[in-house]
C-alpha cells in the first residue's frame, strides 16, 4: 500500500471516530462498591449501605439506612424528625477556599417521620442514578436528607 493511500484511511478513520465516536464496543462494566455508613450528624445517625451499580454510561446508587433520633445533640435540634427528601450530589470546588457548586443533583421524595428519643427507623429504599462524567469530574459525591428548612449532611464519600 501506498504512503499516500495509508494517509488517506488513516484521515478517513479519525473523521469516522471524530463524528461517531468509539463506542461500537460494548462499554466495559466496573466492579460494585459498597460504602458502610455508620456517621451522626447532630440529631440524626445513620447506619446502613450504599450500593454503586455500573448501568451503562450511569452510575445507580442503591441506599438502605436508618436513622436514630438524638433529640439532645446540639446541632440541628428539633422536637421531630420530618424528612421530605434525600439528595445525592456530585459537587465541584471552584477554587481553593471557595463554596462548592453542584454538578448533577438526584433528589428523592420520602416522608419519614421520628418522634421519641432514640428512636430507630429504616428509610425506604432509596435509588439515584449519576451520570459518570459528573462522578469522574466531581470534587466529591455526597448523600443528604432533609425537612425543608433544615439539612442533614451523611458525611460519606461515594465517589
Partial sequence: MKVSSLVKATVCAMYILAFNGCVSEPQSHEETKLTTIDKEY???????????????????????ISATFRPDAPINRVA??????????????????????????????????????????????????LK????????????????GHIGWPISIELK
Fill in 132 to 147: 459518570k462524567f459528573s462522578v469522574a469530574k466531581a470534587y466529591r459525591v455526597v448523600l443528604g436528607v432533609g425537612d
Fill in 42 to 64: 447532630g440529631t440524626l445517625w445513620f447506619k446502613g449501605t450504599v450500593t454503586r451499580v455500573d448501568v451503562g454510561t450511569e452510575y445507580e446508587y442503591q441506599v438502605d
Fill in 80 to 129: 421531630a424528625i420530618n424528612l421530605t427528601h434525600c439528595d445525592l450530589q456530585a459537587t465541584i470546588r471552584r477554587g481553593e477556599g471557595e463554596h462548592v457548586d453542584s454538578l448533577q443533583l438526584s433528589r428523592q421524595p420520602l416522608t419519614f417521620h421520628l418522634s421519641d428519643a432514640n428512636e430507630t427507623k429504616r428509610l425506604p429504599p432509596l435509588l439515584f442514578r
